[in-house]
């Protein structure tokens, strides 16, 4: 019996079901937990959603766990706003727990007015906004015919500088030792670095003459790219001249991006991650102003009118130092400090990136080649022994 296929997938799911049931527990117990989203499609061109619970336990330990692969009709921010809250309630998780999203930038996700960011930020407290397979020869030709043009070397020479600029930062983000009120102190001075260079055109005149360089070194004609009068799959600013194509087109609105991007996804998160000038190393330089907007940032999970009274507590029991780390500060703060501690607790759930669901998909397609399929089965005539005569024979494979 237990080679059939239905018994084989029903185990299976049965030890899913406990597993996922022994991640989710301590996850129901937490204060508050961050939803991790990211979508694909799997080798049966079906549209799959991977689900991460990202929370903090009572001692201050932080868990970024994967919980479910679903299907999904189609990838509208309705249509994954409802598949989420419908997960989560049969996950047994209170969606007004959740203190923050993670996912990527498309439009039906991080979308203000119909994405699955603003259905959340309307309806959780919570929650704030913060291809053809031609042959081989024929892909390499394609390939080199699309680099081997003005176009394509002014693009790499214009954004390998831009993204350069903003590669110490990202690295500076990723580190464990992050200090993220630095950290958003230095994408602000970016900010202003690359507002300066959009207003300055010697910045484009430089990078032009670069890539004018690169084109001559590789024998590529500079080359003024076709227009048309109504251009409907690129950028089409009035220009006469090639540079200028490049600098209306290409070069101005990559800074807007990037300006535009870094203020939305890290200059505008500066009010809850105030909260680290209440770091015992930190307390020294702790003002007025940065209890004033910790208090507006942490309102929903705080009580105001006594978060003063733990803050003079907390400085004066680390006027010589003190616990270094978040986690450690959640455990400090678990029992006499119950504002401090929620505090802690929301900055330590808050998501950074959704590098947990990319990664579940690694195992997505092994999964699904695992799942046993019903067995077929395979008619062998034989002849018996003696009697001249066949019999059939059926054998499972």
């Not at 954004?159 to 110490?168: A, C, E, G, R, S």
């Amino acid at each position: 019996m237990l080679i059939s296929h239905r018994i084989q997938n029903e185990i299976i799911s049965i030890i899913g079901s406990q597993i996922r049931e022994t991640i989710l527990t301590p996850c129901r117990e937490a204060k508050y937990f961050s939803v991790i989203v990211d979508e694909t499609t799997d080798i049966s061109v079906k549209e799959q959603v991977a689900l991460v619970v990202l929370y903090v336990t009572s001692d201050g330990s932080r868990h970024e766990e994967f919980v479910t692969f679903e299907e999904t009709a189609d990838t509208t921010g309705e249509t994954l706003y409802k598949l989420i809250c419908n997960k989560l309630e049969d996950f047994g998780l209170d969606k007004n727990k959740v203190v923050g999203l993670g996912f990527d930038g498309a439009s039906n996700m991080s979308g203000k007015i119909k994405g699955v960011q603003a259905r959340f930020v309307n309806n959780v407290p919570t929650v704030k906004e913060n291809d053809t397979n031609p042959s081989t020869a024929a892909k390499a030709g394609a390939f080199f015919m699309s680099i081997h043009c003005f176009q394509f070397l002014t693009t790499l020479v214009i954004v390998h500088h831009y993204l350069n600029l903003t590669k110490l930062l990202s690295t500076a983000l990723q580190s464990k030792t992050n200090n993220l009120i630095k950290a958003t102190q230095e994408c602000k001075e970016l900010v202003e670095m690359l507002k300066s260079k959009w207003s300055d055109g010697s910045s484009f005149e430089h990078l032009y003459r670069k890539a004018t360089q690169l084109a001559a070194d590789l024998q590529v004609d500079e080359k003024h790219p076709r227009s048309i009068c109504r251009q409907k799959n690129r950028e089409n600013a009035p220009s006469t001249t090639s540079a200028e194509f490049f600098e209306r087109n290409l070069h101005n609105p990559l800074l807007d991006h990037l300006i535009v991007q870094l203020n939305e996804r890290i200059c505008g998160s500066t009010n809850r991650v105030r909260a680290e000038m209440l770091l015992p190393q930190n307390l020294a330089s702790l003002s007025e102003e940065d209890i004033a907007v910790i208090k507006e940032a942490y309102s929903p999970f705080i009580r105001l009118l006594d978060l003063d009274a733990e803050v003079e507590r907390w400085k004066w029991r680390h006027k010589d130092g003190g616990p270094l780390k978040l986690e450690e500060c959640i455990q400090s703060t678990r029992y006499l400090y119950p504002n401090l501690n929620n505090i802690f607790t929301v900055l330590l759930t808050m998501p950074v990136s959704t590098a947990s669901a990319e990664r579940s998909f690694s195992r997505l397609k092994g999964s699904s080649a695992r799942t046993r399929k019903k067995p077929k089965l395979v008619k062998v005539w034989k002849m018996e022994n003696g009697s001249g005569r066949r019999r059939c024979h059926l054998f499972q494979c």
